[in-house]
Every structure is written in structure tokens, then in C-alpha cells.
């Protein structure tokens, strides 16, 4: 069999190119979220161009395709930085790829990832366990997902309950799926807010990332789109969420609440409403993201595995990698010991994002 690998801007793919690209998405329910969809690339790429594309033959028919952006010592790393909460390979799910072969190696040094598909180690990319992606399975339904999850944990059937009497008062209005540039810069100025306050670096910072989710908002591509939600009390807003969808599975992107309601848990509340929402558009999955926290553990049926870590190919990537290796190794040891990982988090940042500001 003839294998062979080029590198294109993601700009020059063709129209066959996309085809391919959403036929192979489509089969493989890996890559359902609207991450991999050629519609969220194209919405990339027009706020922080740049994308590049390995395309990979197998006699001669294109069979997979690997976005990314390249970094420092040529390293490929997810097109949106730390806004990917998924990302990888777009390929036919009985294809298996071989990234150290030489015509990879032509291109990158190395590949770092933080979320990516575990059936994607067919390809080499082995990494770590990570934190895994808490699913919500609406596909039977938002009743029969309710009752599955009150049936086995008697703090959700509390937390519903104490949500569904904020929903049914008379002074909550909820609204989904809405263009509203004032929610939308309020949920953005309550991130920077708690980013500021938890001492993260300020994603909004830049003014891309900003851009992005204006452009998903405002697009109308179900491939990847974004889905603003608010909700009300006696006339004023208490909790906004910000999503991306695409034709099954949403992905529970940007939450908010103002602090004033805190005691009402509105957030919590318009996720219930929303989990509803979604479930009567047909989307079958309600993806939370990565982590263990604790709503995330009461909502999810299951938890989708990822792997984080890093191919590395070239010399200087393999220095790089066994550097990041160590410092994670050592962190936690003592204060002193604790330098080289907090350096190595920073440069991840810097790499990520492209500023030294991070």
C-alpha cells in the first residue's frame, strides 16, 4: 500500500476536501463534538489565521486529515489553544496512521495535546489518562435521562428539584438560542472576573477568542455554531451560558452567573433548562467538558476517556518533552523543585495562546 502526506493551509482544502473531512467525522463517533467539525476551523481561522493541515493518501486517497498549529521547536498543538477542549485527528475510523514515518517527520517536530479521542492511540499518540469528558446521554430524551440520574443519586433529585422551583417562578424567564450582545459581553466580563479572582490568565485578554465566539454565534452552520442562553429574575439577568453545538452532541462551553443570585444556583438551574432544550432539538449528547467537578459528576452518565501528552519527533522536541516530563515529575516535592513545572505550564501557555502574556 502507497501512503503519502502533504501540508496544506487549511484555506486551499477543496470542496472534496470538506466533503471527506464531515463523511469521516460522521462515521466515527469519536468525533462527533462540534471540535472537529470543518465548520469550527473555518471560524478559527478567520480570527487567528494560520491552520495548517497534514493530509494523509493511502493509494492515493486522501483518508485522514490532522489540523493544527505549529509552535515552537515545530510543534503542532490544537488550533484555539486552551480554548480546544477537545481536539485530534479527522480520519476513517479504519484507518491507522503512522505519524513517526519520515513524510510526518518532514513537517513537525512534534505533536502536544491535552484531550484527545482515546481511539486515537491507534495512531501512536498514547499520552496519559486524562481527566475525561463528562457526558450527558439525551439521546432516549430529557425524561428518561431525568429519571435514569434521579434513580441513582438521591443530592441530584435535591438539586433538581430546588432548580425546577426556580424554573416554574413566576418572575424566571429562560431563553435559548438567542443573539443578544449584551448577555454576551456580560458573560465575557463575568469570566474575566473569575479568571482575576482564581489567579488563571485571562483567555479575553487577547482579542481573538472574543472574536471566535462572535463568529460561532452569529453562524449559521449546525456543524459548529454557537447557542446562547440566559436566565432571568424579576428582570434581571442571573445566569448565562454560552455553547457550541453540532448536529448531535452540544458542548457546554462558557457558564456564568451573577454572584447576587449565587443562593439560587441559577446557573445550575438554566443547565437543567437547557439539558431540556437541547433534548427537543434532537442533539443527542450534552458534553460538560474535562474535570470532576462536582455538578459535572451528578449530571454525566458516563465520562468519555481522553489522553493528554506529547509526540515528540524531532531532537529538540524529544529534549522539550523529557523536560515537561520531569518538571510534572518533580512539582510538589518542595517549593524549590515546583520551578521547573511552573515554567513549564507557562511556556505551554505562551505556546498556546501565541502571546508571552499568558
Known amino acids: 500500500m502507497h501512503s503519502s502526506v502533504d501540508c496544506l493551509a487549511f484555506d486551499d482544502l477543496s470542496k472534496m476536501d470538506l466533503h471527506l473531512w464531515r463523511r469521516f467525522q460522521g462515521m466515527d463517533p469519536d ?4 471540535y472537529f467539525s470543518a465548520a469550527y476551523f473555518t471560524a478559527v481561522e478567520q480570527v487567528r489565521p494560520g491552520i495548517k493541515v497534514l493530509k494523509f493518501y493511502q493509494d492515493h486517497h486522501p483518508v485522514a486529515y490532522w489540523p493544527f498549529r505549529r509552535g515552537p521547536l515545530g510543534t503542532a498543538r490544537p488550533v484555539a489553544g486552551s ?5 485530534g485527528i479527522i480520519a476513517h ?4 496512521l503512522d505519524l513517526r514515518s519520515p513524510q510526518v517527520r518532514r513537517w513537525l517536530g512534534g505533536y502536544a495535546f491535552s484531550a484527545l479521542p482515546y481511539g486515537q492511540r491507534r495512531h501512536g499518540l498514547h499520552g496519559q489518562s486524562g481527566d475525561g469528558n463528562q457526558v450527558m446521554d439525551l439521546s432516549s430524551g430529557y425524561e428518561d435521562w431525568l429519571n435514569r440520574r434521579s434513580a441513582e443519586s438521591s443530592n441530584f433529585r435535591r438539586e433538581w428539584r430546588k432548580s425546577q422551583k426556580l424554573l416554574d417562578a413566576p418572575g424566571t424567564v429562560v431563553r435559548h ?3 443578544d450582545l449584551t448577555s454576551f459581553d456580560r458573560m465575557i466580563a463575568l469570566k474575566r472576573a473569575a479568571y482575576a479572582q482564581a489567579r488563571h490568565f485571562d483567555l479575553f485578554e487577547l482579542a481573538w477568542p472574543r472574536d471566535l465566539l462572535l463568529a460561532l454565534l452569529k453562524s449559521g452552520d449546525d456543524g459548529a455554531r454557537g447557542v446562547l442562553s440566559t436566565l432571568s429574575i424579576e428582570c434581571e439577568t442571573a445566569a448565562i451560558t454560552y455553547c457550541m453545538r453540532s ?3 452540544m458542548h457546554y462551553w462558557f457558564p ?7 443562593k439560587q444556583k441559577p446557573g445550575l438551574a438554566l443547565l437543567f433548562s437547557l439539558a431540556e432544550w437541547v433534548a427537543s432539538e434532537g442533539i443527542q449528547e450534552l458534553h460538560l467538558g474535562l474535570g470532576n467537578a462536582q455538578y459535572k459528576r451528578q449530571l454525566a452518565n458516563w465520562m468519555m476517556p481522553v489522553r493528554a501528552g506529547a509526540l515528540a ?3 529538540a522536541q524529544q529534549v522539550a518533552t523529557g523536560f515537561t516530563a520531569w518538571g510534572q515529575r518533580l512539582e510538589g516535592e518542595n517549593r524549590l523543585l515546583n520551578m521547573p513545572a511552573k515554567y513549564v505550564r507557562k511556556y505551554e501557555r505562551m505556546a498556546l495562546s501565541g502571546t508571552w502574556r499568558a
Do not use: G, N, Q, W
Open 93 to 96: 475510523p479504519a484507518v491507522t
Open 256 to 262: 456564568a452567573y451573577e454572584a447576587k443570585f449565587a
Open 31 to 34: 468525533l462527533a463534538s462540534p
Open 177 to 179: 438560542d438567542v443573539i
Open 313 to 315: 519527533l524531532s531532537p
Open 83 to 87: 480554548m480546544d477542549d477537545l481536539h
Open 247 to 249: 448536529d448531535r452532541v
